[in-house]
């Protein structure tokens, strides 16, 4: 199936650790990204990333780095994880880069607890 | 940043029923898609609008990107039960360097028996 496919689907771990979530996409799209869902449903762009340009929300602290290793995975690396970072995270991609106006497609998510 | 605005925060409606939900902003928009999120999962695209006018229909979902560009509504005739979920509009601001697709904050949509 062509898809955006992320691991894992749940992931519990305590303050402090350090955790990474993987994505791929088999859709041929050069560009990915990682949107972070809050409790409120509320969906916020954290980076979006093809192999020229990486784009950074300036609000996303820098324990958050996405690491590429090829077009069709984004991994999203967290370090020293908090309380406040428990939520859904989503990977998605598109065709043609941040600059252009494609539409996004969607992994299913990622529910990150930090307890 | 950039905000758009959506409403209904939330609906409860027989099935049925016609549902009409918009997204609004002080900000000009190339694109204007719509998304539903059900339980556990990624949001799905349901219908992406280009032009400024454009009236699109997917089924029994039609959309509008609005002449002024800054707004897009939503319409879902006849709800039945597997309407139920998040609906999410989105777009591409005009301005700036990277044009980021924005959310708004969603609809919950509840078809009720």
């Known amino acids: 199936d062509t898809a955006v496919s992320q691991t894992p689907k749940y992931l519990v771990t305590q303050m402090g650790n350090d955790k990474s979530i993987k994505c791929e996409q088999n859709l041929g799209h050069d560009t990915m990204y990682w949107y972070k869902q809050d409790s409120k449903k509320f969906l916020k762009i954290m980076f979006s990333?093809?192999?020229?340009?990486?784009?950074i929300n300036e609000t996303v602290p820098n324990r958050f780095s996405p690491k590429s290793p090829d077009k069709a995975h984004l991994n999203l690396h967290i370090n020293s994880l908090e309380l406040g970072d428990s939520a859904v995270y989503f990977c998605?991609?598109?065709?043609?880069?941040?600059?252009?106006?494609?539409?996004?497609?969607f992994g299913n998510g990622t529910r990150l607890t930090v307890t | 940043g950039q905000q758009l605005n959506q409403s209904p925060q939330s609906m409860f409606i027989q099935e049925g029923e016609d549902v009409s939900m918009n997204c609004t902003s002080s900000s000009i928009f190339n694109t204007w898609l719509w998304y539903k999120q059900e339980p556990g999962e990624g949001p799905v695209l349901l219908i992406a609008l280009y032009k400024a006018g454009e009236l699109t229909s997917n089924g029994r979902l039609t959309a509008q990107f609005g002449i002024t560009r800054k707004d897009s509504f939503l319409n879902i005739s006849a709800s039945i039960p597997s309407d139920v979920g998040i609906y999410f509009c989105?777009?591409?601001?005009?301005?700036?360097?990277?044009?980021?697709?924005?959310f708004g904050s969603g609809t919950q949509l509840t078809v009720l028996p």
């Open positions: 998605a991609s598109s065709l043609g880069g941040s600059s252009y106006n494609s539409p996004l497609h």
């Open positions: 989105a777009g591409h601001i005009s301005s700036g360097s990277a044009r980021q697709l924005t």
């Open positions: 990333y093809n192999n020229k340009e990486l784009i």
